[in-house]
């Protein structure tokens, strides 16, 4: 039977079914580390996004299409081959649905994922890679969960208090939010990267213009975020040492 540490590592989705849905496209890459994981979905296509340089030079409904991407993060629990992933933060709020899969793993190898309290299968596979170091700190209003090694790490990030909204996207889609409202909605964060030449290097990110750019580096006292903002302005963030819990 599986437990928590059977799924500590690098898990990239190869495809999901629901009864009215197949999905074998979006990019999906879920990294556990000891208990506490970060997970990002976004899909392969993406609205053309001409001559901007920043979210905030996109239009409304383009927005409203780059919200389509997903992003959790917090702690996990297993018990009988059931895993129930507390979201501490959400792409799109806090979720009100408990998120738990019962896990198998198929003959070859791959990690099957059964809905609980919804229908639906994932198939997941391992990318191999050391052991993932996890970090979570509350740094400027923001819950920052952080899962790394020496070649992969993925940030994620969202405001301690970001209540969903379910009706963002209809509401950019219709072209009647305003420039608050916009910011808002891309508050949180996630960003998936490769460590280059000692230098963390976003390759996936919920924030397209982050791609490309160098979002993660070592201090002496803990790691560095280089957060690309809604208007494009690049901040650093510590996120310093020593490894915190998650609390409840």
Same mark, same amino acid.
């Given at each position: 039977?599986? !437990?928590?540490?059977?799924?500590?590592?690098?898990?990239?989705?190869?495809?999901?079914? !629901?009864?009215?849905?197949?999905?074998?496209? @979006?990019?999906?890459?879920?990294?556990?580390?000891? *208990?506490?994981?970060?997970? #990002?979905?976004?899909?392969?296509?993406?609205?053309?996004?001409?001559?901007?340089?920043?979210?905030?030079?996109?239009?409304?409904?383009?927005?409203?299409?780059?919200?389509? =991407?997903?992003?959790?993060?917090?702690?996990? @629990?297993?018990?009988?081959?059931?895993?129930?992933?507390?979201?501490?933060?959400?792409?799109?709020?806090?979720?009100?649905?408990?998120?738990? $899969?019962?896990?198998?793993?198929?003959?070859? *190898? %791959?990690?099957?994922?059964?809905?609980?309290?919804?229908?639906?299968?994932?198939?997941?596979?391992?990318?191999?890679?050391?052991?993932?170091? %996890?970090?979570?700190?509350?740094?400027?209003?923001?819950? #920052? #969960?952080?899962?790394?090694? =020496?070649?992969?790490?993925?940030?994620?990030? $969202?405001?301690?208090?970001? %209540?969903?909204?379910?009706?963002?996207?209809?509401?950019?889609?219709?072209?009647?939010?305003?420039?608050? @409202?916009?910011? =808002?909605?891309? %508050?949180?964060?996630?960003?998936? *990267?490769?460590?280059?030449? *000692?230098?963390?290097?976003?390759?996936?990110?919920?924030?397209?213009?982050?791609?490309? @750019?160098?979002?993660?580096?070592?201090?002496?006292?803990?790691?560095?975020?280089?957060?690309?903002?809604?208007?494009?302005?690049?901040?650093?963030?510590?996120?310093?040492?020593?490894?915190?819990?998650?609390?409840?």
């Amino acid at each position: 039977m599986i !437990t928590a540490s059977d799924l500590r590592g690098h898990w990239r989705r190869d495809w999901i079914k !629901t009864p009215d849905r197949f999905d074998d496209t @979006t990019r999906v890459h879920w990294l556990q580390g000891d *208990g506490i994981y970060a997970d #990002i979905r976004v899909p392969l296509h993406r609205p053309q996004m001409d001559d901007a340089t920043c979210l905030a030079d996109l239009p409304s409904p383009v927005l409203a299409d780059l919200m389509q =991407a997903e992003g959790f993060a917090g702690d996990i @629990t297993v018990v009988d081959g059931v895993c129930t992933w507390a979201r501490h933060i959400n792409l799109h709020g806090l979720p009100a649905p408990v998120d738990a $899969g019962a896990m198998w793993f198929q003959d070859d *190898g %791959a990690l099957i994922e059964d809905g609980v309290h919804t229908t639906y299968r994932e198939r997941w596979h391992g990318v191999a890679t050391p052991p993932l170091n %996890a970090l979570s700190v509350e740094v400027d209003g923001l819950r #920052i #969960i952080t899962v790394w090694n =020496a070649h992969v790490f993925l940030v994620a990030s $969202g405001p301690l208090r970001h %209540a969903a909204d379910p009706h963002l996207i209809d509401v950019l889609r219709a072209g009647t939010d305003d420039p608050a @409202t916009r910011a =808002a909605g891309f %508050a949180a964060q996630y960003t998936l *990267g490769t460590w280059q030449d *000692g230098v963390g290097m976003a390759t996936l990110s919920t924030n397209p213009f982050a791609e490309g @750019t160098p979002a993660l580096r070592h201090a002496s006292n803990g790691l560095i975020w280089t957060r690309t903002g809604f208007d494009g302005t690049r901040t650093d963030i510590p996120l310093p040492a020593p490894l915190q819990e998650l609390s409840a």
